[in-house]
């Protein structure tokens, strides 16, 4: 490989909530018992270096000594065109249809404001990425579940129905939709997808998009864009994207828009500029400009091939040696979302006991229960190889055989 994927870099005193947060409260889980230092397996940020061509522009920039007032670069929109287009094959799409926003979260309650009320009733499927969930609550929305179910296999499926039944009953105008879907893991069909916003387009039900794992899908899953399935699609969602996922640049602040139909656009840009702080860092479009070159794409492809492998020998392990674990192995991102309510039951141990266990030996795990499953924990696997089966003999000598 080109990049490195296996160099364990030490992020203490960095600034790295990953790494520094654990044990010290707020939403961090506990940290680990003497002698063991921590595995960063929760909150979802990668340890890997990122692309080199992002800090080189960054740094191109910083030697320029003024940082005042600035216009947004052509190269920054054509960087985003060019990208999209050429990885996940979105077509017509122009500078006008791209709108900076400071977060994927941000831009999810601008269209919420743009296009509903405080208490009306938001259509979310369950398991439920928490970042929605405080969001769209604290925003003063009211979140209807629509539970996604597994099939025979194991594979996490929408409920057609139900997302029509639930609409119906709640008078819901606006839903949001995950896709890739966090913390299940599913890159949807396209068929799928098709299905999904026939339901909304029966019920007139303005779709807010979050594809920000688009870029990180595993194996040979494609991802579709929404806005691609059908004419219709295209003129009823809102999209939201950011490299900040794709090449662990949350820090520096920067996700966008894109937004097809000039009304949607109106409306949504009008509700996201009315608090005079959503506006774009100067290094932060430098950084995707650096991240959306031919190398980031390079890079991403082989970040991808790395995850497919560390996510395989993680599910293999858990498969052959923590019997009572249940999950759908992840078609995209790089979360795997468990149900340990067998183990538990069969142990006679509660969750909190679990993850304490895990936590102690410096498996920084997350508690999936805020996701909506009862029994779940959420486990990140963009670590160098070497840390995963560092962390999966750990869990199997001092959590799950013990």
Known sequence: MRYDFTSIVDRRGMDAIAVDGPGHGGWAPGGPKEGFDVIPMWVADMNFPTCPTIQEAIIERTKHPMFGYFDVRDEYYDSIIRWQSERHGMTDLTKKCIGYENGVLGGVVSALNAFACPGDAVLVHSPTYIGFTGSIEGAGYRIVLSPLKQDESGVWRMDYDDMDRKIKENRIHVAVFCSPHNPCGRVWTEEEIRDAMEVYRRNDVI?????????????????????????????????????????????LVGSYHIIYDAYLRDRVRSASAKSHYNAMNVLSMHALIGAYRPEGALWVDELCEVLTENIGYA????????????????????????????????????????????????????????????????????????????????????????
């Open 207 to 251: 779709v807010i998009d979050d594809e920000i794992w688009s870029d990180i899908i595993l194996g040979n899953h494609r991802h579709v864009p929404t806005q691609m399935v059908s004419e219709d699609a295209r003129h009823r969602t809102v999209s939201l994207f950011a490299p900040s996922k794709t090449f662990n640049l949350a820090g």
């Open 315 to 402: 599910c293999s392990f858990m498969e052959e040696y923590f019997k009572g674990l249940h999950f759908s192995r992840p078609e995209g991102t790089y979360m795997l979302f468990v149900d340990a309510e067998e183990w538990c039951r069969a142990h006679g141990k509660t969750l909190d006991e679990l993850l304490r266990a895990g936590w102690d030996v410096g498996v920084i795990w997350q508690d999936g229960r805020p996701f909506h499953g009862e029994f779940a924990i959420r486990m990140n696997y963009a670590l160098p190889r070497s840390r995963i089966e560092e962390a999966m003999a750990r869990l199997q000598k001092y959590v799950f055989n013990r």
